[in-house]
């Protein structure tokens, strides 16, 4: 019986043609093909400017220095998220102020209350749930509007953040191996972006400090070939999803997740009932399905407690949420019955607990 992993790339022959087709160019970065992704990922998306980085973490970083955070600034963004999205705001000296969730979108709560001057928010769509822009640029209209869509690329957008991250880790939408972008409209933004990547350089004179978070060219092969498959890699996470929603409607001790029409799906995050989770989990496990958790809340961490003194209770609905959620397997590759054994391997234990 093959094991299943929560997240896994998909990588086809056409993928290996072309990093293969770099590596006997004569371009390995700075080329033709970082252009030719940038262009790819910008026209999709609809927005104007893509600028490529080395990681998800480097093109948030990028977005918090072309807002313009430093030192003395405050950043709002959501409890729960992976601790790339905060540490970035750390990163430029300012710093992060959270909030706690909708458990109706698993996001960040559009009707958070604060009472800070902040020059950015920073919304997640967290597991790819749609985020609803007005709603958050509604929470302090004069602050600059970073969507960190690392679970999001794909969306149907009728409303754009000022800008907004992506990353191309192996478990994301699309991958280049490790990688990121920051998309954007506003030229503005662009050009510090550019220059930021780049030592901070503009026209061979450093102007600024800035970080070599450039992206190669193979990297950028891989990318540009596999957004080829997107909107294939996009309909087969829908339809698995859809999938489990059926197959787990209904069993005892679980919360199916939110869905909506614009979801992306980049992971299924399940809740289980009465401290069952980590049962659960084990179980799978031993049945070589391997489940994992999205996310323990960043304040929460150590380094979270001891710099900015939170604690257990301060976001109530994204620590109730950690408890119980767990993220099943979910990526194109899988099969049709790699979802029902994950199904009938959950319903196998909630009823062997219900006999117990």
Known sequence: MKKLSYGRQWINDDDIAEVVRILRGDWLTMGPTVEAFEKKLAE????????????????????????????????LTTALTFAATSNSIIYTGATPI??????????????????????????????????DIKAYRAIAPEAILIEDASHAL??????????????????KHITTGEGGAV?????????RLLRFRNHGMYQKEMIELGYNYRLSEIHCALGLSQMNRL?????????????????????????????????????????????LRDELSEYLREHDINPTTHYKPVPLHK????????????????????????????YPMMKDEDVKRVAETIKEFMRRKNNS
Not at 154 to 161: L, P, V
Not at 183 to 191: G, I, K, P, S
Request: proline letters at 5%.
């Open 44 to 75: 999709y998306v609809g927005m104007k400017h893509a600028i490529t980085f080395s990681s998800g973490t480097s093109a948030l970083h990028g977005a918090m220095n072309a807002a313009g955070l430093q030192e003395g600034d405050y950043a």
């Open 98 to 131: 959270f909030a706690d969730i909708d458990p109706k979108t698993l996001c960040l709560n559009t009707k958070t209350r604060i009472t800070k001057p902040v020059r950015a928010i920073v919304p997640v769509s967290f597991a790819g749930y749609p985020l």
């Open 303 to 330: 380094y979270y407690r001891e710099h900015y003194g939170y604690h257990d209770g301060d976001f109530p609905e994204a620590e109730k949420y950690y408890e119980q959620e767990i993220s099943l397997p979910l």
């Open 183 to 191: 998309l954007t409209n506003n030229d503005e933004y662009a050009e």
């Open 231 to 275: 909107d294939e890699f996009i309909a087969r996470r829908r339809e698995l999803a859809a999938m489990y929603q059926k197959q787990l409607s209904g069993v005892e001790n679980v919360i199916l997740p939110p869905e909506h029409e614009n979801h992306l799906w980049h992971i299924y995050a399940l809740q289980v009932t009465n401290n």
């Open 154 to 171: 794909g969306h149907d957008r009728k409303e754009f953040a000022d800008m907004m991250t992506l990353s191309f880790h192996p478990v």
